[in-house]
C-alpha cells in the first residue's frame, strides 16, 4: 500500500515542486515504485521531469473533474520507476468548474485511491495557495512535507498553513500528520536561517527534518534539462542533500561522507556539526 504525501506550502518558490522531483527520482533509482501528481497548473514539476506540456493529452485537471480515470492519464517518465500525472495550465480552471460541487474537496482523494496499491510512493506537489487544489491534496495525503525557506516572515505563512491543517484533518482527513518540515535554499552561516531553524523546532519538536537542502545552483539548473538534480549532477552538494533526505524518510541511517555533510546539516554556534 503506497504512502500519500503532500507536499505543500502556501508561500511560493520555497521548493514544492524542486522537492517532489528530487525525492521521487532517488526513491525511484531505489527500486519503490513512485507516482508524482503535478497538481500545480503551472506545471513546473511536469517540465522538471522533461515532459513537454504540448504533448500531454490528459492531466490532473481531467482526473479532478472527472473526466479521466488517473490511471489513464498517468505516464512514465525517462526516470526509473518514476511516473507522472502531470499538469497543464487548465488546471487553473477546476477551482471556478468545481464551485459548486459538494465532493470538491474529495475529488482528487477518490481518483488516489484507487491506485494507492500500484505504488510506493504518492507524491502530491501542491501549487502555492490554499484553494481548492491545495485542500485536495491535503485531503487526499497521509501526510505532508512542508519546505520551507529559513526567513523571518516564512513564521507567519507556516502559521497559516498548520491552522489549515488542522481544519483538513478535524473535518476530512483524522489520520493528516506531518511528515516533516523541510528548510530549503538553506544557507547556515546566516545567524537568522539558524534562529528561524531553532523557533521552528520550539513548536515542533520532532518535525524538523535534520536535512537541510542548500542553495545549489546544480539544482536549480537541472530542470533546464528536464532532469532530477541526481540524473544532471550527480556528485553536487544539492544531489547529495536530496538523497540525504531520503535516508530519513526511509528511516536508514544519514550516511554522508563527513566532509560532504558541511552545509546539509544545521550548522550553528550552539550547535557545531559533529
Ligand atoms: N536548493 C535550491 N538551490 C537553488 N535553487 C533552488 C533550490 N530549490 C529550488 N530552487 C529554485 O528556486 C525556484 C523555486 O523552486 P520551486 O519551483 O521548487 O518552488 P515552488 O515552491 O514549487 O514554487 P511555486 O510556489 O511557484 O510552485 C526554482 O527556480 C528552483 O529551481
Ligand atoms: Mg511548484
Not at 527500486?31 to 503551472?42: E, F, R, T
Not at 500531454?56 to 520507476?81: C, E, L, M, P
Not at 524518510?249 to 566532509?259: D, N, Q, R, T, Y
Request: contains cysteine; charged residues 25%; aromatic residues 8%.
Amino acid at each position: 500500500m503506497g504512502k500519500i504525501i503532500a507536499v505543500a506550502n502556501q508561500k511560493g518558490g520555497v521548493g514544492k515542486s524542486t522537492t517532489v522531483v528530487n525525492i521521487s527520482a532517488y526513491l525511484g533509482s531505489r527500486d519503490k515504485k513512485v507516482l508524482c501528481i503535478d497538481a500545480d497548473p503551472q506545471g513546473n514539476t511536469t517540465t522538471a521531469f522533461g515532459i513537454k506540456k504540448k504533448t500531454v493529452s490528459a492531466s490532473t485537471y481531467d482526473v479532478i473533474t472527472g473526466k479521466t480515470r488517473i490511471q489513464d492519464a498517468v505516464i512514465h517518465t525517462d526516470f526509473k520507476n518514476v511516473s507522472i500525472l502531470p499538469a497543464t495550465e487548465d488546471l487553473a480552471g477546476c477551482e471556478i468548474e468545481l464551485a459548486n460541487n459538494e465532493n470538491r474537496l474529495n475529488r482528487l482523494k477518490m481518483q488516489v485511491l484507487t491506485c494507492k496499491t500500484d505504488y510506493d510512493y504518492i507524491f502530491i506537489d501542491c501549487p502555492p495557495a490554499l484553494g481548492t487544489i491545495t485542500i485536495n491534496g491535503l485531503v487526499a495525503c497521509d501526510t505532508i512535507i512542508v519546505p520551507m525557506l529559513a526567513e523571518f516572515f516564512a513564521l507567519e505563512g507556516l502559521s497559516q498553513l498548520v491552522n489549515t491543517i488542522k481544519i483538513v484533518k478535524s473535518n476530512y482527513n483524522p489520520a493528516l500528520e506531518i511528515e516533516g518540515i523541510l528548510f530549503t535554499m538553506f544557507d547556515g552561516r546566516l545567524n537568522v536561517a539558524n534562529d528561524v531553524v531553532e523557533e521552528v523546532k520550539k513548536f515542533f519538536p520532532d518535525k524538523v527534518f535534520e536535512t537541510k537542502i542548500p542553495r545549489n545552483v546544480r539544482i536549480s539548473e537541472a530542470p533546464s534539462y528536464g532532469k532530477p538534480v541526481m540524473y544532471y549532477d550527480k556528485s553536487s552538494k544539492g544531489a547529495e542533500a536530496y538523497e540525504l533526505l531520503c535516508h530519513e524518510i526511509l528511516g536508514e541511517p544519514l550516511e554522508l561522507p563527513k566532509k560532504k555533510r558541511r552545509g546539509i546539516f544545521t550548522f550553528n554556534k550552539k550547535n557545531k556539526e559533529e
